[in-house]
């Protein structure tokens, strides 16, 4: 019995702490798929949310950051509904409060190509010119 | 169950000396409670982590829109996709041609290796879908196209491509 108590508490311990809780999400996006074998960065990550109806969400991993951003009563929230006027404002602002964010794109797979175009667009105004597309890894083998 | 299992210190007949460490060695604690808390914990915890980080793709952008490429009209791969979701590929100046979605890495393959200054230019319908954009950036990928940019459909191309479907 103690062994087993031993590997079980080992176990506890471990996934105690490593777990890391699903943050709410505000929309459900359906991530497209591809090949590409990049992981997501584990910390100061900005993302841009593209729900299928083009709605953008922006969200950041740091509740810290979220409620210096978006106000006291979105600090709990992972994604902050933005306007598109708004997102290169907001883009920049959290970029001066933290210069190492790396800024993700989370489309959803139905979403119109039209909206992300705009959003790369921002992104490239605001000298992010180098960013990443959270996607799902295809499980074909070619 | 449990409670019965704490057994009381046994007696001994003697008195002094020995009764301290009869006394201790005496009591005995069921651990089941605590080992039934643990394993829920346990299952918890295994349900609710998230071991797997999502994949990304990386792009890059040229850092000014200004900046212009020159680029030869020979090594110029164009796609244009419709809001259907039809493509359409040329080379150059060409007249669109269509291809079909399974035919797309053929094609791709072959110009890489025919022309390794290939550069493709990916033009794709607004009212296209996003998941269109991930398929051909991750195609690119496979086929080890290394250039390529993306530029806004225009009217002139949706004719072109008209042209071409009929």
Do not use: C
Request: glycine letters at 6%; charged letters at 25%; zero cysteines.
């Amino acid at each position: 019995m103690t062994p087993l108590v031993d590997v079980a508490f080992l176990l506890l311990t471990f996934f105690m702490l490593t777990t890391q809780f699903k943050p709410m999400e505000e929309v459900t996006i359906i991530l497209p798929s591809s090949h590409s074998a990049y992981k997501l960065p584990e910390s100061d990550v900005m993302t841009v949310n593209i729900a299928q109806d083009g709605r953008i969400f922006m969200g950041l991993d740091s509740q810290h950051l979220r409620s210096r951003l978006f106000g006291k009563e979105n600090e709990l929230k992972a994604s902050v509904q933005i306007d598109k006027s708004q997102l290169a404002n907001y883009l920049v602002q959290a970029r001066t409060m933290n210069p190492k964010l790396r800024t993700v794109i989370k489309g959803d797979r139905d979403a119109d190509y039209g909206t992300v175009e705009d959003v790369m667009d921002i992104l490239q105004k605001t000298q992010i010119t180098r960013f990443n597309l959270v996607t799902d890894l295809a499980r074909t083998v070619e | 169950m449990a409670g019965g299992d704490v057994a009381a210190p046994k007696q001994h007949g003697k008195k002094g000396k020995k009764r301290k460490k009869g006394r201790r060695l005496g009591v005995r604690i069921d651990f089941t409670p605590l080992v039934d808390v643990a394993f829920l914990l346990l299952t918890f915890f295994m349900f609710t982590t998230t071991m797997s980080r999502p994949q990304t793709m990386e792009i890059n952008l040229p850092p000014n829109k200004e900046q212009k490429v020159e680029v030869g009209e020979s090594n110029l791969l164009t796609l244009r996709v419709s809001d259907k979701g039809d493509i359409f590929w040329s080379v150059g100046l060409d007249a669109p041609k269509r291809i079909a979605a399974a035919d797309l890495r053929a094609i791709l393959r072959e110009k890489v290796q025919t022309n390794p200054k290939l550069v493709v230019v990916l033009k794709i319908d607004r009212m296209g879908k996003y998941n269109t954009m991930v398929n051909f950036i991750d195609e690119f990928g496979v086929t080890r196209v290394e250039r390529f940019s993306l530029a806004p459909l225009l009217e002139n191309d949706k004719v072109l491509m008209a042209k071409a479907q009929s």
